[in-house]
């Protein structure tokens, strides 16, 4: 809502002060005011030439970009990279890259443990090789591990819809995403939401 505009039917802002509130509250306290600001802060340095008027928006860093300079922005050193087997390559790079940066990045695949699908009740028919001695990914053991090896902040790569819930759920540090799986359209999932009024229309009719 506008400062001098009038909010939408429904719009939180009007409807939810209580929340709202509560929310604002919690940016009084350390850690999570400083962690904000400096999060702020990295979102405006992605901009060139703000000082212009009237300003256009000329966006200037990638993402890896900006995981690595809000990392240091934190003062954050020991980076936790917990990627996917099929993007495996693509972590090689992006340790690569942290590490030219001069950052500690501990990785763990998904497959780690080898712990079998089985091991979740799963019939070899419902497995993507319909094998029975098929590796589960283990999200949770990936948490645990970063937990245990100390990491500062943790980046994701790849981690399937679900997997990467339970990653969230259980990591301690902080945790940002690089990339997200999606294997249709390589990994950019947004062109699927683009393309859903024409190519892509069966996402709004599946069973068309």
């Known amino acids: 809502m506008a400062q001098t505009g009038q909010g939408t039917r429904g719009c939180p802002t009007l409807t939810r002060t209580d929340l709202l509130g509560e929310a604002n509250r919690e940016y009084e306290n350390e850690p999570v005011r400083g962690f904000a600001r400096q999060a702020s ?41 917990a990627f996917c087997m099929g ?18 990045v501990v990785s763990v695949a998904c497959k780690a443990g080898r712990t079998p699908k089985r091991f979740l009740d799963l ?23 970063l937990n245990e090896e100390k990491t500062e902040l943790n980046v994701l790569l790849g981690l399937c819809v679900g997997h990467d819930s339970l990653f969230f759920r259980y990591a301690e540090a902080p945790t940002t995403v690089l990339a997200v799986k999606d294997r249709v359209t390589g990994h950019n999932p947004l062109a699927a939401v683009y393309l859903s009024g024409s190519y892509y229309g069966k996402v709004r009719h599946p069973g068309m």
């Open 87 to 104: 993007l495996a390559h693509e972590a090689g790079l992006v340790e690569s890259i942290l590490r030219d940066r001069d950052f500690e």
């Open 123 to 145: 019939a070899p028919e419902e497995t993507i090789r319909q094998d029975d001695g098929e590796s589960m990914c283990n999200p949770v053991f990936q948490a645990r591990l």
């Open 41 to 81: 802060i990295q979102e405006a340095d992605c901009y060139a030439n703000r000082h212009q008027r009237p300003y256009v928006m000329q966006p200037t860093k990638t993402r890896i970009e900006e995981i690595c300079e809000f990392a240091g922005r934190m003062g954050y050193r020991r980076l936790g990279l």
